[in-house]
């Protein structure tokens, strides 16, 4: 195991876990190698509910840590990004049925920390909502999470409408989480696929570099 943190994290040691957190930040330490040690334990929490070590006590017990780790790291990121700085807009999502959003959060703490605006509209969302939401915000991403299987045909149908309604041509959708893959992608009409918050970063600042220059050349 790779540091304190991730072992207490694995061992639910709440106190321990927010204490090495909050003292690593004020020593000035960057917010990004401490989401990864937690990210970390996340991962292993996950393999020990897999081999019937854990059961969904722990799991969410987990899930809160992550969280409340994550609530003390949140007003360390993109302080100093303004209006103007922003490099883009987009919208995270985990559709209705569907509750899991630690990996949404990291991806959104990731992003925030390259200077993206986040909008994040939670878990088990109706997909009305959803189209509203691109229809006022105009973002330049929409990314879906995903963990659970149902998910998949709420997902295609959302973006379906946004096809219909004309809202489609100028947004790149994005799908993530544990259960998704290129099939995935593909059968819900999604741009990119992938189950790594580093990749879907990478993935947002090559788009929007590229959009920035068509729109330097005076195209849409
Ligand atoms: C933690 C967990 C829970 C927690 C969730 C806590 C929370 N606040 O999120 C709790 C205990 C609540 C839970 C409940 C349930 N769970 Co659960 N859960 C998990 C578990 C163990 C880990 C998921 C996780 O957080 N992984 C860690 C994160 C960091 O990984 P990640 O989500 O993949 O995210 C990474 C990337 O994918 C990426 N990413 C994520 N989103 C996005 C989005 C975009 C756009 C991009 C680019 C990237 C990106 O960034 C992250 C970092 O790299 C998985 C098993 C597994 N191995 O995945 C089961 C799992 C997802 N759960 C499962 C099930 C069945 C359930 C329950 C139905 C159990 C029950 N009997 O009640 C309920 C469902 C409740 C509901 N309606 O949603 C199944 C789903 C099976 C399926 N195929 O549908 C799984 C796969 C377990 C299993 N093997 O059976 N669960």
Redesign the pocket.
């Known amino acids: 195991m790779s540091s304190h943190l991730t072992k207490n994290l694995v061992e639910l040691e709440r106190d321990k876990v927010l204490s090495e957190v909050k003292e690593r930040l004020i020593q000035g330490e960057e917010p990004i190698g401490i989401i990864e040690e937690c ?1 970390q334990g ?2 292993l ?3 020990k ?2 081999n019937q070590e854990y059961f ?1 006590a722990e ?2 017990l ?3 840590l992550f ?1 409340e780790a994550m609530e003390l790291i949140d007003p360390y990121l993109g302080e100093n990004t303004t209006e103007s700085a922003i490099k883009g807009k987009i919208i ?1 999502v985990t559709v209705q ?8 959060s ?2 959104a703490t990731l992003l925030k920390l390259e200077g993206f605006k986040i909008y994040d509209l939670g ?2 969302v109706n997909p009305d909502i959803v189209i509203e939401k691109v229809k006022e915000i105009k973002p330049d991403f929409l ?8 998910t998949f045909d709420p997902m295609k149908s959302i973006i379906d409408r946004l096809e219909k309604a004309g809202l489609r041509d100028n947004l790149e959708i ?7 893959n290129m099939l995935v992608k593909d059968y819900i009409g999604a741009d ?9 970063v990478q ?1 947002c600042l090559e788009l929007i570099k590229t959009k920035v220059i068509i729109k330097a050349r005076g195209g849409a």
């Open positions: 990210k996340m991962a929490v996950g393999e509910y897999k969904l799991l969410m987990s899930g809160d969280k995270l049925g569907d509750i899991h959003d630690l990996g949404k990291i991806f878990v088990d990314g879906f999470s995903a963990l659970l299987t149902m994005m799908v993530g989480g544990g259960i998704t990119f696929q992938t189950v790594d918050a580093m990749e879907g993935y």
